[in-house]
């Protein structure tokens, strides 16, 4: 073990630590040495989304320590920005092994700085909490969640006064907060508890009639209120809400997936909790199938996240991705807003960088403002905040499976989501159509839109520096082809500009940096590279589109869409 992990070690030793911990520490001296250095040879970063990482002792690791330090340092900067003034904070969690104790941790560390805290009584959707801050009238909040991940994992999401996840310059004046707390005495563990206070049904009410403000056709709810809909919420917070949510639009005939019924952070049926994975669906699709339901819906631990399963145009149960549920979302408001004459000549839909081109055109042949933003929510709450007063915020989304509906909310919500999917099913029901049957109408209207993406992950000390490798090498020399079609663009929105590679003619990219790389191919197929900003993983999404010439011709088409995909990632030695 190098000196500068021994001395990061020894100051947890001897320093004001408990002695659970410090026991815990000479215990992986002796038998887990090399697992002690990754607990320790760095500080767990706070990033521009808050903390997340596996659950442990540590300063590489989530634990009582690195919670409180992180809610110090945004205890200060709140004090920084409002001075003497009340703050209020909300604070919420979800199903995760320790999130309780995280949100109490975070409460009391709060509270001590003389900061009005409200906590909710129990677990809660991560959404809510993003409610709670604006109906409350909030400066700021936390949620202790670390959404997807695996069971080892947990996070701590900070938001600030307008539900949204922090953006600039917020993001970095609370990391430089946090960072300036390098000794745990620093931070106010006690002594405000009288500032906590409870939330509970009178919030969830208050959502619950916020969301059912969003429905457009309960007419059609009522006539089709015995829509088969088997729900799951994967061991998370979504039991909470979505089956009252779902009773509140009409719905009677809902079945709960009960042996993913129960909050458990241990997540005891399934490997990843989360609704993009097949294997995570799995159970639900059986009882979906064995129900001959219409429609299955899957949210995530901290119920952000919602996948949808529908029978397909043969009559076999497929899973949607987050692309095609996002256009399925887009097009149903756009178009059912303008059906029933509340369309407004102002009204905007935003999307993100890596987020399916089909949702501009979908915005673009019905005349709808649509704006892409960096991947991220806090970045389509950001640009709501910008546009207020000049255009109407209708839904946002991206590919990760995550929706906006309406502006009462500054985060992805799966139980909004749920909500309108079971409505636009029950839409189309009434038409005598599946959402597979719509999707493949607007596949014929707008244009065969087909994404994918894999995720590579590199774990321990030199995997972030490997990413940053592929990254660099990426920037410096673009592939001048890929799958045999000439790269035309590069977009590079850390160094905020685009290329064309043929010209080279260079723009400006008026967004805020990010490490992202896209490239585009002359044929209109779009590469984008990015790493997490959450998990030691480098993301790539694949995006490649033709014309439907007819609904026979869908099954061709999508297997050549399918398999350009495959040869894509193997020109790039991706596989």
């Not at 801050?133 to 949620?143: A, M, P, S, T």
């Not at 490490?515 to 995006?543: C, H, M």
Request: with cysteine.
């Amino acid at each position: 073990m190098n000196a500068a992990i021994q001395q990061k070690v020894n100051q947890w030793l001897e320093g004001n630590y408990d002695a659970e911990t410090k026991a815990a520490i000479r215990e992986m001296q002796n038998t887990k040495p090399d697992e002690l250095a990754d607990a320790f040879y760095r500080n767990l970063e706070f990033g521009t989304g808050g903390l997340r990482g596996i659950m442990g002792i540590g300063t590489n690791r989530v634990n009582k320590y690195t919670i409180g330090m992180a809610t110090q340092g945004f205890a200060n900067y709140l004090r920084k920005t409002y001075g003497d003034a009340t703050i209020k904070v909300a604070v919420g969690h979800d199903s995760r092994n320790n999130s309780r104790f995280f949100a109490e941790t975070t409460a009391k560390v709060f509270a001590a700085n003389g900061i009005q805290v409200y906590l909710f009584e129990a677990l809660r959707p991560t959404p809510e909490l993003s409610f709670a801050i604006r109906h409350l009238g909030c400066q700021g909040g936390v949620v202790c969640t670390a959404s997807h991940n695996p069971k080892e994992y947990n996070g701590y999401k900070a938001y600030w006064n307008d539900g949204g996840q922090l953006v600039p310059p917020h993001d970095k004046n609370v990391i430089r907060e946090v960072e300036a707390i390098t000794d745990v005495n620093e931070v106010k563990w006690e002594g405000g508890e009288a500032n906590i206070h409870l939330l509970g049904s009178d919030m969830d009410e208050a959502y619950i009639n916020m969301v059912k403000s969003l429905s457009v056709y309960p007419d059609v709810i009522a006539s089709q209120q015995d829509l088969k809909i088997v729900y799951t919420p994967i061991h998370g917070t979504g039991i909470t809400l979505v089956p009252k949510v779902l009773e509140r639009f009409g719905f009677t005939n809902v079945t709960i997936v009960t042996e993913q019924a129960t909050p458990d952070g241990n997540f005891p049926t399934v490997v990843y909790p989360n609704p993009e994975e097949s294997e995570t669906m799995s159970m639900g699709l059986q009882k979906a199938k064995a129900l001959d339901a219409d429609i299955l819906l899957g949210t995530d631990p901290d119920a952000d996240r919602v996948g949808i399963g529908v029978k397909n145009h043969k009559g076999e149960w497929v899973l949607m991705n987050g692309n095609q549920t996002a256009v399925l979302a887009f097009a149903y408001l756009i178009e059912a807003r303008k059906s029933k004459g509340i369309a407004k000549p102002n009204d905007m839909v935003i999307s993100t960088i890596v987020t399916s081109a089909m949702i501009n055109e979908v915005a673009k042949q019905n005349g709808v403002a649509c704006y892409n933003v960096l991947t991220g929510f806090k970045w389509i709450a950001e640009l709501i905040k910008e546009k207020a007063g000049q255009e109407n915020y209708v839904i946002g989304g991206e590919e990760s499976f995550g929706l906006m509906i309406g502006d009462q909310i500054r985060d992805k919500d799966a139980v909004s989501a749920v909500a309108l999917l079971c409505e636009m099913a029950a839409y189309e029901k009434s038409k005598g159509r599946t959402l597979f049957d719509k999707m493949i109408e607007l596949y014929l209207q707008y244009g065969f839109y087909y994404e994918n993406l894999i995720s590579i992950t590199k774990k321990g000390m030199n995997g972030q520096q490997e990413i940053a490798d592929m990254m660099e090498a990426y920037r410096n020399q673009p592939p001048a082809t890929i799958d045999g079609d000439q790269v035309v663009e590069l977009l590079d929105y850390e160094l905020q500009q685009g290329k064309n590679l043929l010209t080279g003619e260079t723009w400006a990219i008026r967004l805020p940096k990010s490490n992202v790389l896209q490239f585009i191919t002359a044929d209109g197929s779009k590469i984008s590279a990015r790493p997490s900003g959450t998990e030691p993983k480098i993301k790539f999404y694949f995006s490649v589109n033709t014309k439907l010439a007819s609904r026979e011709a869908f099954d061709e088409t999508y297997a050549s869409l399918e398999a350009k995909i495959k040869r894509i990632i193997a020109d790039m030695h991706l596989a």
